[in-house]
């Protein structure tokens, strides 16, 4: 379940029958907080990121003191990188603390200056 402190207006989250739901006003945080209705937050994915317009890159290695090749998908939005995915994955790296949707909105925001990551989720 999210914690209230961590909505905000424009980000989106889920309840738990999985429809997507965008924060539009602080009414709806007063909802949320009310509600016995449990949301959760959106979990990140390639396909997710690819929705909220962030390009991916694959690039071919070669672990030290390992004959087979390895792959890394680089997420980026306007040239820095934001997520990872080993080997073809679905698991994404962004940070520690860092697992849904609404979080990395959080984020986004806070490191560009209130600046939103926005993008259509139809």
Known sequence: MIPLNELRYGIL??????KEIRINHISDI????QSNEKYFGIDI???????MGFEKEIFKYMPEGNDDFRYL?????????????????????IADNIHYIHQLQNLFSTLNNGSELTFDVS
């Open 73 to 93: 998908a680089m997420y980026y939005n306007k040239a820095e990188v934001w997520a990872f995915s080993w080997d073809f994955q679905e698991m994404i790296c």
């Open 30 to 33: 007063v909802m949320i907080g």
């Open 13 to 18: 989250i889920h309840n738990k029958d999985k």
């Open 45 to 51: 994915t390639p396909k997710w990121l690819n929705r």
